[in-house]
């Protein structure tokens, strides 16, 4: 694809989550509670919010993106309940600057990250100290999250310049607004190669895992939650609890997440 179609998608890409947060006040206004959670939790989040209904008494309204790009629409005042990142540097970022409620944040998931081809791609590779990334990638690009802001992104660069070989593809990447933007360039084969969560291969058929990054190659991958400072529904804890039970983990784990708290 050429560097005006990757724009191109990124534009539309935007535009959607500019949609989703369009919609957001609406939801305030019927007293919903309003989560914004990072891309890759999506199709496990949108399990446990509908087994949470009960708890709740009400299904959550949820706008999914990057973490950085939520992190910074809390900043700008955007009425979120519940904040979960895929990483704690974005949770510490609202934390500092007082957004969040700092009794209510918990470590709640871990996750790992693999490289990825297209399903009917043939590449295989050990993933190790010094191996020929470049060559896997070919004349094709590397696609994964903004490494500078989107936590996939950032895990991404960090594994590679742990094993040695980010310099000999740097110019072979195609970054991405979110993790699973990054995993549709793959599925899609507009891209050769991906770096994405587990959970996001595990949700997405159309591509497959050539290998799994070593956990020591990269910061821990954690996901905290925490309650925002200016939350005002009144159903919020009774969500942050059912997040943290026993059916919320059975679900989490189901798509490939490690449940990092005691259930409740």
């Known amino acids: 694809m050429t560097r005006e179609g990757f724009g191109s998608r990124a534009i539309a890409i935007g535009g959607f989550a500019a949609a989703l947060m369009a919609a957001v006040p609406a939801a305030h206004a019927q007293d919903k509670v309003v989560v914004f959670a990072a891309a890759s939790l999506k199709d496990a989040l949108d399990a446990v919010n509908k087994a949470c209904e009960a708890d709740v008494g009400e299904v959550a309204t949820v706008s999914y993106a990057a973490s950085s790009a939520l992190a910074k629409q ?37 996750n790992e990250i693999v490289l990825v081809a297209p399903s009917d791609s043939t590449v295989e590779a050990k993933i190790e100290k010094g191996f020929d990334l470049a060559r896997l990638i070919g004349d094709g690009k590397l696609a994964m999250g903004d490494f500078k802001a989107v936590p996939a992104g950032k895990y991404g660069k960090a594994a590679l310049e742990s094993l040695g070989v980010w310099s000999s593809v740097e110019g072979k990447v195609a970054q991405a607004e979110n993790v699973r933007a990054a995993l549709k360039l793959v599925s899609t084969g507009e891209a050769a190669l991906g770096i994405v969560y587990a959970t996001d291969a595990h949700a997405e058929k159309g591509v497959r895992v050539v290998g799994t990054f070593p956990e020591n190659s990269h910061p821990p991958i954690i996901y905290p939650v925490a309650q925002t400072a200016d939350s005002k529904d009144k159903d919020t804890p009774a969500f942050l609890k059912c997040l ?21």
């Open 74 to 110: 809390i900043e700008g005042g955007a009425p979120a309940d519940v904040f979960i990142s895929a990483d704690l540097d974005w949770m510490k970022y609202l934390s500092d600057k007082k957004l969040t409620r700092p009794d209510t944040e918990v470590k709640l998931l871990g």
């Open 244 to 264: 943290q039970s026993a059916k919320a983990g059975a679900l989490f784990k189901e798509q490939g997440f490690t449940v990092l708290t005691p259930s409740n």
